[in-house]
T-cell receptor, first 117, second 112 residues
Framework: SQTIHQWPATLVQPVGSPLSLECTVEGTSNPNLYWYRQAAGRGLQLLFYSVGIGQISSEVPQNLSASRPQDRQFILSSKKLLLSDSGFYLC????????????????FGSGTRLTVV | DAKTTQPPSMDCAEGRAANLPCNHSTISGNEYVYWYRQIHSQGPQYIIHGLKNNETNEMASLIITEDRKSSTLILPHATLRDTAVYYCIVSSSYNQGGKLIFGQGTELSVKP
């Protein structure tokens, strides 16, 4: 079965410090991968998505970047955190499209709650 | 991606059916209707999806109108654990990486 791992669960970082959040998926290949942020308890904002190794699409300009060094690994980074980067970060995956009859529903990780102080 | 419109909040009595509406009047032919829910401080959970036929699984039923411009998620016997924010999303499975754009959703409160 497929599983998604995201860590750490909580993180407190000072302003100006770097950030690295990691997400890995097991039990599937060539997944589409996504990073979301939830800043206010509701409203998930799509930050980045990837349809393959090294392929990153950015949805909003921001202080963050994403990388996909391996097929099932997705990393969210920042060189210098801002207070506004605080939030609940969620990684998700869905199967690569390969025709009808497949459930393309997302599976989300358990999230990382980041507080920038 | 087509946008959706949902009521911001709804109440439902425990044990009764919860019917959550969603309007998606600009949906295109290759876009599916997806429903997710998010319980406080957790990641969203997939509930159900459909293209044009009604769908049912162990969690819920999805009724899509014939013109596909609206849909209703039905939780047949709501429990207190169904209290959550419910998101209706329309998305292609393959365009633009199959990305899902979440709106504000409906906050469902199931009351004893």
């Amino acid at each position: 079965s497929q599983t998604i791992h995201q860590w750490p669960a909580t993180l407190v970082q000072p302003v100006g410090s770097p950030l690295s959040l990691e997400c890995t998926v097991e039990g599937t290949s060539n997944p589409n991968l996504y990073w979301y942020r939830q800043a206010a308890g509701r409203g998930l904002q799509l930050l980045f998505y990837s349809v393959g190794i090294g392929q990153i699409s950015s949805e909003v300009p921001q202080n963050l970047s994403a990388s996909r060094p391996q097929d099932r690994q997705f990393i969210l980074s920042s060189k210098k955190l801002l207070l506004s980067d605080s939030g609940f970060y969620l990684c998700a995956w869905r199967p690569l499209y390969r025709g009808l009859g497949v459930n393309y529903g997302y599976t989300f990780g358990s999230g990382t709650r980041l507080t920038v102080v | 991606d087509a946008k959706t419109t949902q009521p911001p909040s709804m109440d439902c009595a425990e044990g009764r059916a919860a019917n959550l509406p969603c309007n998606h009047s600009t949906i295109s032919g290759n876009e599916y209707v997806y429903w997710y829910r998010q319980i406080h401080s957790q990641g969203p959970q997939y509930i159900i999806h459909g293209l044009k036929n009604n769908e049912t699984n162990e969690m819920a039923s999805l009724i899509i109108t014939e013109d596909r411009k609206s849909s209703t998620l039905i939780l047949p016997h709501a429990t207190l654990r169904d209290t959550a924010v419910y998101y209706c999303i329309v998305s292609s499975s393959y365009n633009q990486g199959g990305k899902l754009i979440f709106g504000q959703g409906t906050e469902l409160s199931v009351k004893p």
